[in-house]
């Protein structure tokens, strides 16, 4: 009996433990929620532009392309294509004490308010107390078939208006909606964080 008694004592030793554990990490991890609803985030810019394999560098526009260049250019804009791909990079700004941790991140990325992509960044990072971190968004997508109402050249000069070439602005819309684990399971920040970047 006394046996028993011992073996049900460690029992609810153990299960109390277990209990509190689990208490102290719902209520760190609820912290961090908290945490992560201080944070601030902002579009820092837009990098790594490349157009049909040619990277476009800072500033560039139609009339530093080539003769090949111009003509592969020319080419895909007949036949109504014209991939892009580039990074769309934000800004966490963390002014709490501690850590804030994100498991992953909805994302809804426009372009002068059409939609380019809904996605989802699955890479979860920290950023340290009082500190900023930074996170780069992968783009790819078909700019012609995005705006398919506009002409060739207007949607030509978007292409280069990302990296930077003087042509009339362009209206970058970035959503997202960070999660947290909880227990294993995910919990999204309430809704999503609009952030809007004039790109002049």
């Known amino acids: 009996m006394k046996k028993l008694s011992k073996i049900i004592v460690v029992l609810f030793l153990a299960l109390s433990f277990t209990a509190c554990e689990q208490l102290v990490q ?4 609820a912290a961090q929620i908290v945490n992560l609803k201080n944070c601030n985030f902002d579009v820092s810019g837009i990098d790594q532009i490349n157009m049909l394999g040619m990277n476009l560098s800072k500033g560039m526009d139609k009339s530093n392309l080539n003769a090949t260049q111009l003509l592969k250019v020319t080419n895909a804009l007949l036949n109504k294509k014209l991939p892009v791909s580039f990074n769309v990079n934000l800004d966490v700004d963390n002014p709490n004490s501690i850590a804030a941790t994100l498991g992953k991140m909805d994302y809804i990325i426009s372009l002068n308010d ?3 992509i809904s996605s989802t960044f699955n890479n979860g990072f920290s950023i340290p107390a009082n500190s900023t971190g930074k996170v780069s968004i992968p783009i790819s997508t078909d700019l012609f078939q995005l705006f398919s109402s506009e002409t060739a050249d207007a949607v030509l000069n978007l292409a280069f208006k990302l990296a930077g070439a003087q042509s009339n602005p362009v209206n ?10 909880i227990n294993n399971q995910s919990l999204a920040y309430p809704d999503y964080i609009t952030i809007n970047k004039l790109l002049k």
């Open 172 to 181: 970058l819309g970035v959503k997202v909606k960070p999660y947290i684990k």
């Open 114 to 116: 059409r939609e380019v």
């Open 26 to 29: 719902i209520a760190s991890q």
